[in-house]
């Protein structure tokens, strides 16, 4: 259903450090570059995750709401996803741990160097 995902920035080659670096963490590497995006991706059959500076030549803003989930398939990736995120200069927004959801959602969440939030999350079972 989705094919890719873009968030903005504003330093393409900052976002390209962080993202390269975090992204191998969950086994995706740079799949695509041009001189606006960069994208990644773990499988040509999964959606890739981008960052683009805006076409409008405008500044990349933060939108209110907005966040990537990163499907991490343990609770020890989602940790070290996001301490990961914390040492490449992104900044925390709720440490990872068991979200007390229904369906058993283990995440942490934080920004990246643009301030765009993201998310390591993973679904454990639940007994009961």
């Keep these: 259903m989705i094919g890719y995902i873009t968030i903005?920035?504003?330093d393409r080659e900052r976002a390209a450090v962080f993202y390269d670096a975090l992204l191998a963490e969950i086994g995706a590497r740079r799949v695509m570059t041009d001189e606006r995006m960069l994208g990644w991706a773990r499988s040509?059959?999964?959606p890739m995750f981008s960052v683009t500076t805006?076409?409008?030549q405008n500044q990349a803003t933060v939108g209110?709401?907005?966040m990537i989930a990163?499907?991490?398939d343990s609770p020890d990736n989602v940790d070290r996803v996001y301490a990961k995120a914390i040492e490449l200069g992104g900044s925390d927004e709720g440490h990872p741990?068991?979200?007390g959801s229904?369906?058993?959602f283990y995440g942490g969440y934080f920004r990246d160097?643009?301030?765009n939030k993201l998310v390591a999350y993973c679904l454990v079972p639940t007994s009961g």
């Design 8 to 10: 903005g920035t504003n």
């Design 44 to 46: 040509k059959d999964e």
């Design 54 to 56: 805006p076409y409008d």
């Design 64 to 66: 209110n709401g907005v």
């Design 70 to 72: 990163l499907d991490v």
């Design 97 to 99: 741990h068991d979200r």
């Design 102 to 104: 229904t369906m058993g």
């Design 113 to 115: 160097l643009d301030g």
